[in-house]
């Protein structure tokens, strides 16, 4: 749901009632249970554990104390020229048992300062090893621990893989960041008079899902209810913010709920389909799952609202956090992952492992969402789905990720080599900031 930390905006109000029944009297004694001693693994193999079962869903009618490991991240895709704004550095940072033991130290603090259920982080090293971390409850009524493998919503996040995906069609010649709208989905509203680029860099003016009231309620009204693309293109209709396509910037879920739509179309494939046979697959990534398309096996977290005193678990159907919502974020915002599988896939996307360095070059440029006057300008600085931000005094490369009750950074910062993602089911977390005291313990 990024950028904004209130659920769905322009005040509208969740429903108590609902999750009265899931409010945890137990919490502050979860809260402040710590996790066995971090893990620093190896990074998996490049093959897959499982194949995930696709699950039905409506057509999309648009139209025509650990041991360090050092070991190399092992990839099969081909590794492609580094990109000029990854130039190799010296690899400062070193993972030691001295800086593990730290590193999960000062996650215990955050999570327990801070009343978080529960945080996961991981980081990849200059060399490729990974150091990873847990601490916290994934579940806190019956009390469930978290471990490396849990499930997270990660929300935004999801973008970078259709981001990615666009730009490597694109470089195919399958599709051009300059096409219309129009070309791939053209009974949307003035869809001719919008590009592709503009959906990746929210240039677009299709107003934000989120910020829809009649359907903001009508997702909360109905917690289970799974949402197709059609039903929610539909609901978006004609809303647009007050600038015409390329004149300003405002960030939407919209946007990616119609690059889903339009990519689908131009190749007539799942979107999940293709993220994980070009990406998820030849990284290993076995942990990733885009849930409106595929099946998540294995163990979830629950997402928690506000107060941090007595959260309230917002799990509702099958689906993080609640199927109605990741249903109406579908590629904007419905995977579930890992830190672990973030972590490895922020670093070989912005290390130049994944895309061309032509590609890269344009995912990483902000220039054209510059310029705007306000209230139509970034407060993050964006590309095409990447978000610039500072961490620990570097420029960083990744993007923050929302939906209720779940907080998630992924950052690579490309001075030092390094990727560093953190995850907590807490409508109160603030990932970026706790990613940030991690990048200090490593840079230092």
Known sequence: MIPGRHRFRRGVTRPLAAAGGLVLAACLAACGTTTPSPVITPPPTATPTATPTATPTAAISVAPSATVSTSVIPLTIVPVPTSQFATPGPASANLTPTAAAALQKELDAIRVARSYPDI???????????????????ILSPETPVTTDTLFSIGSISKTFVAAL???????????????????????????SITLRQLLNHTSGVQDIFEIKAFSDAILANRTRAWTTEEVLA????????????????YSNTDYVLLGAAIEQATGQPIAALIRSEFLEPLGLTHTFLQTEEEAPGAKAHGYWTPASVPVDQSAGKMLPFTAEATAAGPAGAYVSTATDLARWGDALYNGN???????????????????????????????????????????WGHR?????????????PASHVTIVVIANAEWADPVAAAAVLAKVILA
Request: hydrophobic share 40%.
């Open 166 to 192: 666009t730009g490597r069609l694109a470089a195919r010649g399958t599709i051009s960041l300059d096409d219309p709208l129009a070309k791939y989905v053209p009974t949307f509203h003035d869809a001719a």
């Open 401 to 413: 990720g929302h939906l209720d009750g779940f907080w998630s950074a992924m950052w690579y910062l």
């Open 354 to 396: 994944v895309l061309d360095q032509a590609t890269l070059a344009a995912m990483t440029d902000i220039s054209q969402t510059q310029g705007f006057k306000a209230p139509y300008r970034p407060n993050w600085v964006y590309g095409l789905g990447m978000e610039e931000a500072t961490v620990a005094g570097q420029t960083a």
């Open 120 to 138: 996961s982080a991981a980081i990849v090293y200059p060399d490729g090893s990974i150091w990873t971390g847990q601490s916290g409850m994934a």
């Open 235 to 250: 609901k978006v209709g004609s809303a647009r913010y007050a600038f015409a396509p390329g004149k300003g910037y405002r």
